[in-house]
């Protein structure tokens, strides 16, 4: 779009609008995880936490998955997604349900 010589002003916004999109999508969010100390954690396609009480991580926008297991109790799944906009996220990971 940006090649064409003299765009229109629908062009022009939709450009411009596209590359806000783009610079949003870019910009990392703050998550803070929490779990008990025995949970083990994992975000898909991000990393594997371990075991831990509070754990600060920065994400892009977008949809991520939360897992975590111990042994003895049933796995968690959790699937959360992190905004655009600049509201602090804030997500628990514990299995609390025994086998």
Same mark, same amino acid.
């Given at each position: &779009?940006?090649?064409?010589? @003299?765009?229109?002003?629908?062009? @022009? &916004? ?5 590359? !806000?999109? /783009? ?8 998550? $803070?995880?929490? %779990? !008990?100390?025995?949970?083990? $954690?994992?975000? #898909?396609?991000? &990393? @594997? ?14 949809? #991520?998955? &939360? $897992?975590?297991?111990?042994?003895? #109790?049933? !796995? $968690? ?7 655009? %906009? !600049? ?8 299995? /609390?349900? @025994? /086998?």
């Amino acid at each position: &779009a940006t090649a064409i010589e @003299r765009p229109g002003p629908r062009l @022009r &916004a939709e450009t411009a609008r596209l590359r !806000d999109m /783009i610079e949003a999508a870019a910009e990392t969010r703050l998550l $803070v995880l929490k %779990s !008990d100390g025995e949970t083990a $954690v994992t975000i #898909y396609r991000v &990393a @594997r936490f371990g075991s831990f009480t509070e754990k600060r991580v920065e994400l892009r926008p977008g949809k #991520y998955t &939360a $897992v975590g297991s111990r042994p003895g #109790y049933r !796995d $968690v799944r959790i699937e959360f997604r992190v905004p655009r %906009s !600049d509201t602090p996220l804030t997500l628990v990971v514990q299995c /609390i349900e @025994r /086998i």
